[in-house]
T-cell receptor, first 111, second 118 residues
Framework: LAKTTQPISMDSYEGQEVNITCSHNNIATNDYITWYQQFPSQGPRFIIQGYKTKVTNEVASLFIPADRKSSTLSLPRVSLSDTAVYYCLGDLSGGYNKLIFGAGTRLAVHP | NAGVTQTPKFQVLKTGQSMTLQCAQDMNHNSMYWYRQDPGMGLRLIYYSASEGTTDKGEVPNGYNVSRLNKREFSLRLESAAPSQTSVYFC?????????????????FGEGSRLTVL
């Protein structure tokens, strides 16, 4: 079963921009690419989703190239409270509803 | 607006015991999901239901059964619990529909059910 691929961990410092890239070679043609944030002992929280090009909201930006085989989550000016695990999500099954999470990227933001 | 409600929040079982985790959503969503998350690991899909009356296996279905009782409720049953099923279980729902042109990946999660099997 195809899965998404992300870096296992990343380190950053307060005030820096962080970019996390996810590879998803087999994303379904008409599926959004979605990103989540998870803090310890909590459920995942929706951050942003997009279909192609660039999407921006109050929390993050999402860049998706034309071939949709990858996506990059951009967190501007991170703070200590952005320390969390970040997941990309998509339907890789060829069906339409089998939403599989990748292993996630553990982001540590340092003072 | 409660969103997704899971019960119980905590449960301790002995090996071989059975139990059912309950999940209900009040957002009129078509799709519902059960995930498990082992300590320090990512979420793995157990079962999902695209609509009332349908269920499908996810990545790790062995040892579990599900029932989509109606559009609101999606339960997960462990028939004979094993220590390997010690985990946090999350229920989620989504408005995803096969009728949609582009399918949203936004999932709404419950608070989780922490299960320990001794």
């Amino acid at each position: 079963l195809a899965k998404t691929t992300q870096p296992i961990s990343m380190d950053s410092y307060e005030g820096q921009e962080v970019n996390i890239t996810c590879s998803h070679n087999n994303i379904a043609t008409n599926d959004y690419i979605t990103w989540y944030q998870q803090f310890p002992s909590q459920g995942p929280r929706f951050i942003i989703q997009g279909y192609k090009t660039k999407v921006t909201n109050e929390v993050a930006s999402l860049f998706i190239p034309a071939d949709r085989k990858s996506s990059t989550l951009s967190l501007p000016r991170v703070s200590l409270s952005d320390t969390a695990v970040y997941y990309c999500l998509g339907d890789l099954s060829g069906g339409y509803n089998k939403l599989i999470f990748g292993a996630g990227t553990r982001l540590a933001v340092h003072p | 607006n409660a969103g997704v409600t899971q019960t119980p929040k905590f449960q301790v079982l002995k090996t071989g015991q059975s139990m059912t985790l309950q999940c209900a959503q009040d957002m009129n969503h078509n799709s519902m999901y059960w995930y498990r998350q082992d300590p320090g690991m990512g979420l793995r899909l157990i079962y999902y239901s695209a609509s009332e009356g349908t269920t499908d296996k996810g990545e790790v279905p062995n040892g579990y059964n599900v029932s989509r009782l109606n559009k609101r409720e999606f339960s997960l049953r462990l028939e004979s619990a094993a220590p390997s099923q010690t985990s946090v279980y999350f229920c989620a729902s989504s408005e995803r529909s096969p009728l949609a042109g582009v399918r949203s990946g936004e999932l709404f999660f419950g608070e989780g059910s922490r299960l320990t099997v001794l």
